[in-house]
């Protein structure tokens, strides 16, 4: 069973940036649709970004442009540098895995696999 375990969350001032990591156990990310969520307090958890089989990755409207996913196969990893960050991108960050690729792939409901997440701080 496939497990993520995600890092590199913390506190930034706006404009700031962040790298975060997803470290995947038990199966090849290269294998899955790798996606980046976020749930910021009181709101639904939203999709971020989604990669699958090294393609272009799909990205949320809120992120494009700032944010930039990358995969490395040979660490089996994938990671989310974070730029240009708003107080708005505040949110506990969950790294996510699904196979195939699902159509909604900005959908929570999509991945059965998940990280326990990590916190993004961004402060005005």
């Known amino acids: 069973e496939m497990q993520l ?3 590199g969350g913390g506190w930034v001032e706006v404009g700031g940036s962040l790298r975060l990591s997803c470290a995947a156990s038990g199966g090849a990310v290269s294998d899955y649709a790798m996606g980046w969520f976020r749930q910021a307090p009181g709101k ?12 272009s990755p799909y990205y949320a409207d809120s992120v ?9 196969n040979a ?16 949110a506990m960050y969950y790294c996510a895995a699904a196979a195939p690729c699902p159509v909604d792939w900005y959908s929570p409901r999509a991945y059965n696999t ?9 402060s005005s």
């Open 5 to 7: 375990v995600e890092s």
């Open 44 to 55: 639904e958890r939203e999709g971020v970004v989604v990669i699958y089989l090294g393609g």
């Open 75 to 90: 660490e089996n990893t994938v990671s989310l540098q974070m730029n240009s960050l708003k107080p708005e991108d505040t």
């Open 114 to 122: 998940w990280g326990q997440g990590t916190q993004v701080t961004v």
């Open 64 to 72: 494009k442009g700032r944010f930039t996913i990358s995969q490395d």
